[in-house]
């Protein structure tokens, strides 16, 4: 079952810019996962956020979470071509991950 | 280096046929997973596997089948029971300590029927 939902569904940025991108979830969660997916490749993980945790920091990335609204935000900042990927949220569902169905992320020069 | 090996990157099946698409770890991981991607969608879950000689059905796992018979290693059968196998298959692993770590993932096998 997909649980997380992400939004918007595209998204198109200036270089430089900064990205957004929000997830939405049905039930209580351990953790929440910020996945990136390049053109025809597998995921790689980006960060994880636990369920007592408000925000995290990796690099350019910043992500939050909202327990009480069932919200997670992933902010990319100052974007790069090379941030051109489809972006997915997931939530932990009994030992394994539940996947949303990401947002596209295109970074133009 | 550790990592996931998925094998092959490509792969034909001929209506009928069973296919068997693999999927090795290096990384000491107790727990594997299978998922499936169609073009444009997120990931649905086919079958996962916490330990040796272990495994759990996923969301959709009508038409596959898999097997653990080793810690490094977790195949993947596509039968001709599954009528429509055309998509990007994702192997990953993971640490489990009490709830679910981040994922580490293969490069995928993209299934095509012909």
């Known amino acids: 079952s997909q649980q997380g939902e992400e939004d918007p569904q595209a998204l198109s940025i200036q270089e430089g810019e900064n990205a957004t991108m929000n997830c939405s979830y049905k039930?209580?969660?351990?953790?929440l996962q910020w996945y990136r997916q390049n053109s025809g490749r597998g995921l790689v993980h980006l960060i994880l956020?636990?369920?007592?945790?408000r925000e995290k920091h990796s690099g350019r990335l910043r992500v939050t979470l909202d327990t009480s609204k069932k919200s997670s935000s992933l902010l990319i900042t100052a974007s790069r071509a090379a941030d051109t990927a489809s972006y997915f949220c997931a939530t932990d569902d009994d030992y394994k991950l539940s996947f949303g169905a990401g947002t596209t992320v295109t970074v133009r020069a | 280096d550790g990592g996931i090996t998925q094998s092959p990157k490509y792969l034909f099946r001929k209506e009928g046929q069973n296919v068997t698409l693999s999927c090795e770890q290096n990384l000491n991981h107790d727990a594997m997973y299978w998922y499936r991607q169609d073009p444009g969608q997120g990931l649905r879950l086919i079958y996962y596997s916490q330990i040796v000689n272990d495994f759990q059905k996923g969301d959709i796992a009508e038409g596959y089948s898999v097997s653990r018979e080793k810690k490094e290693s977790f195949p993947l059968t596509v039968t001709s029971a599954q009528k429509n196998p055309t998509a990007f298959y994702l192997c990953?692993?993971?640490?489990?300590?009490?709830?679910?770590?981040?994922?580490?993932f293969g490069s995928g096998t993209r299934l095509t029927v012909v």
């Open positions: 956020i636990r369920s007592n945790e």
């Open positions: 039930t209580s969660i351990n953790n």
């Open positions: 990953a692993s993971s640490i489990v300590e009490g709830q679910v770590n981040g994922y580490t």
